[in-house]
């Protein structure tokens, strides 16, 4: 008869052989003082009759104990343990190859005079440890990913300065392969001399967002070709057990916020420019309309006095003055109003070259244009486009006669007209090859009355209408000095009626 003692240690007995760990006691010289064995086991012994062996020789055929063995840190430490072993090549062991597994190894006490103290050794979880592995493998691929196409570039490196993280966004903005960077680069490469250094002690003050921290600092970035990147910088130095081990930069590249900034700047500039002009406009029609009347008054009394009364000699000769001043006060309101754009616009599709062709015409036989070179180029394929004649003779008119005006009668005044990178405009450039236009006038130079001719001469107001009657057609004026002397005025018209779609 077996008592209930018995039936209880008979079922453990069976419980640890049939159990899918493998179970092995050691004494504290290694020896093996006793071990399941489950033919399911696929790791460690899975032999029989292995009792008094040492367990590293019995097991894998070492002279010496395993290194990182559990059952070490339990004989030093008295403490449970568990530690991962990975069996490869190096250890000789050729029927487990790169067997990683993990040991757990605990302390069991002798009870009685017979025993002695014994160490527990049993493979730990085996499966979770290695579905952990691919899970970290996994994950790993993710947190790469998720480096490699973040927006703003990611750059790490050890406390050497070597670049052990390069992301896309860095190749783009410092125009460094990652091959380039991760074998050859320092970090300090990437800034204008002496600046990594001053990174760094900023981010080991506390001053800068926290220690180890540099938030939203502003920095130039060095690109491989030499040439610099704006760059907002967020930092922090990377600490292991309170060592730094590496730092890691995010540089988000301010080139595209800078362009917007300008772009934004400029047309501010030309709203502003704009609402000028507009109120200007506003009170010279407004002056116009006011001096119409006086000044038809003069002409007419003037004209009375010289056929009613018998007016010889230098009285004569002041009231034919008087006229002829009127007269011209009459052709500068004349001009103001269509300026103001009082006068009636009439838009049909016309052809461009045509328009500038007949200014030409009506101008090139002038005195002036005697000495001065005309070179045309005109782009027939350009469609006909939406203007009003009269008003865009006036344009070309004014500035071509400023142009004569600048050459002072000699020199090239060449004339083109394009398509461009099919923006949906026409493009006529006029240029000379005079003085140029002074760069501190040049902002000023399409402000009604600004002239820098003589009395007499010039009104001011040719450029100014230009402006307002290009602006009219939904295009652009512009004029610039070009480089090789002389100035350029460019203008672009829609190719079709603002408003209408384009096929
Ligand atoms: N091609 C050019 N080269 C140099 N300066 C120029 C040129 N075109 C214009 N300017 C400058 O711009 C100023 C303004 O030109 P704008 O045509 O508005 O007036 P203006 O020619 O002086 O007088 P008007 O009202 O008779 O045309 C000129 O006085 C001149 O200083
Ligand atoms: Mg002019």
């Known amino acids: 008869m077996i008592n209930g003692n018995q039936v209880e240690n008979h079922y453990l007995l069976k419980a640890i052989e049939t159990i899918k760990r493998q179970i092995i006691i050691i004494s504290h010289d290694y020896k093996i003082l006793a071990s399941n064995c489950n033919p399911d086991i696929k790791y460690f012994l899975n032999r029989n009759s292995s009792e008094g062996e040492i367990c590293y020789h019995a097991l894998f055929n070492f002279d010496s104990p395993c290194k990182n063995c559990p059952a070490t840190e339990v004989k030093k430490t008295g403490k449970p343990s568990l530690k991962r072993i990975v069996i490869d090549d190096e250890n000789n062991l050729n029927t487990k190859k790169n067997l990683c597994s993990c040991l757990y190894a605990y302390p069991m006490e002798a009870t009685n005079n017979d025993e002695e103290d014994a160490i527990v050794v049993l493979d730990f979880d085996l499966p979770s440890i290695f579905r952990y592995d691919e899970k970290r493998v996994t994950s790993n691929a993710f947190l790469r990913n998720l480096i490699n196409s973040a927006a703003d570039g990611v750059i790490a490196a050890d406390m050497t300065g070597k670049i052990i993280i390069f992301n896309k966004a860095a190749t783009e903005i410092s125009g460094y392969?990652?091959?380039?960077?991760?074998?050859?680069?320092?970090?300090?490469?990437?800034?204008?001399?002496?600046?990594?250094?001053?990174?760094m002690k900023k981010m080991r003050s506390d001053d800068y967002g926290g220690k180890g921290l540099l938030k939203g600092h502003k920095q130039a970035a060095i690109r491989k070709d030499g040439t610099s990147t704006p760059i907002v910088l967020n930092a922090s130095i990377v600490y292991e057990d309170d060592k730094e081990v590496a730092s890691?930069?995010?540089?988000?590249?301010?080139?595209?916020?800078?362009?917007?900034?300008?772009?934004?700047?400029?047309?501010?500039?030309?709203?502003?420019?704009?609402?000028?002009?507009?109120?200007?406009?506003?009170?010279?029609?407004?002056?116009?309309h006011q001096l119409n009347n006086p000044l038809g008054g003069i002409t007419l009394f003037t004209q009375l006095m010289l056929e009613d009364y018998d007016i010889n000699g230098d009285a004569k000769d002041d009231l034919?003055?008087?006229?002829?001043?009127?007269?011209?006060?009459?052709?500068?309101?004349?001009?103001?109003?269509?300026?103001?754009?009082?006068?009636?616009?009439?838009?049909?599709?016309?052809?461009?070259?045509?328009i500038v062709g007949r200014t030409l015409f009506l101008l090139r036989n002038q005195a002036i244009f005697q000495?001065?070179?005309?070179?045309?180029?005109?782009?027939?394929?350009?469609?006909?486009?939406?203007?009003?004649?009269?008003?865009?003779?006036?344009?070309?008119?004014?500035?071509?006669?400023?142009?004569a005006d600048a050459m002072e009668g000699s020199g090239i005044l060449e004339i083109r007209t394009f398509l461009k990178n099919s923006d949906g405009m026409a493009h006529i450039t006029i240029s000379d090859t005079g003085p140029g236009i002074p760069?501190?006038?040049l902002p000023t130079i399409f402000e009604p009355f600004f002239t820098t001719k003589e009395e007499g001469k010039g009104t001011g107001l040719g450029l100014s209408m230009a402006y307002g009657i290009v602006e009219s057609h939904h295009g652009k004026i512009k004029a610039e000095n070009r480089p090789e002397g002389g100035t350029i005025f460019s203008i672009t018209l829609p190719l079709k009626q603002v408003g209408e779609s384009h096929s």
């Open 248 to 288: 890691i930069g995010f540089f988000h590249d301010l080139r595209e916020a800078k362009r917007l900034e300008a772009e934004l700047e400029k047309m501010q500039v030309q709203l502003l420019q704009a609402e000028k002009m507009s109120s200007l406009g506003k009170l010279a029609a407004g002056v116009a």
């Open 371 to 403: 000495n001065i070179e005309i070179i045309e180029a005109y782009d027939t394929s350009i469609p006909e486009i939406p203007a009003d004649i009269q008003q865009l003779n006036h344009v070309f008119m004014n500035i071509i006669l400023n142009a």
């Open 439 to 441: 760069e501190s006038i």
């Open 177 to 199: 392969t990652r091959k380039e960077a991760i074998d050859y680069l320092n970090i300090s490469d990437l800034y204008p001399p002496g600046d990594a250094k001053k990174i």
């Open 320 to 354: 034919l003055k008087i006229q002829r001043d009127a007269e011209r006060c009459s052709a500068i309101v004349k001009e103001l109003l269509e300026f103001a754009r009082q006068t009636k616009r009439e838009v049909k599709l016309q052809n461009i070259n045509k």
